[in-house]
Nanobody, 125 residues
Framework: QVELAESGGGSVQAGGSLRLACVAS????????MGWFRQAAGKEREGVAA??????????YYADSAKRRFTISRDNDKNTVYLQMNSLKPEDTGMYYC????????????????WGQGTQVTVSS
């Protein structure tokens, strides 16, 4: 398993932007899914975006609510995955978690086995 540490959350007004970062430490398997999940108060946790990290390729996956507004990316040199969030809406408010698991694609469909502590995102109207 890997250890994950999120940062970058905060409070913004609707229409604003935030960039979340997830630093991974430990051994990352050759085929790994890393994802961003969020949980709003009183609601179930949901997948927002994920990235497949293969030995020779990568792919990204987005929930419908995140398409065209959020971008997931990675920096291999820094062992970091980012979530750029633009055009934020009040309904994007929640605790955002980074997670990782061995995987081979369709990364929003997996049960993740490593989780960070989360970073709070609050969007006001």
């Amino acid at each position: 398993q890997v250890e994950l540490a999120e940062s970058g959350g905060g409070s913004v007004q609707a229409g604003g932007s935030l960039r979340l970062a997830c630093v991974a430490s430990g051994t990352i398997a050759g085929s790994t899914c890393m994802g961003w999940f969020r949980q709003a108060a009183g609601k179930e946790r949901e997948g927002v975006a994920a990235i497949y990290i293969g030995e020779r390729n990568s792919a990204t996956y987005y929930a419908d609510s995140a398409k065209r507004r959020f971008t997931i990316s990675r920096d291999n040199d820094k062992n970091t995955v980012y979530l750029q969030m633009n055009s934020l809406k009040p309904e994007d408010t929640g605790m955002y978690y980074c997670a990782a698991t061995p995987g081979y694609g369709h990364c929003l469909d997996y049960e993740y086995n490593s989780w960070g502590q989360g970073t709070q995102v609050t969007v006001s109207s």
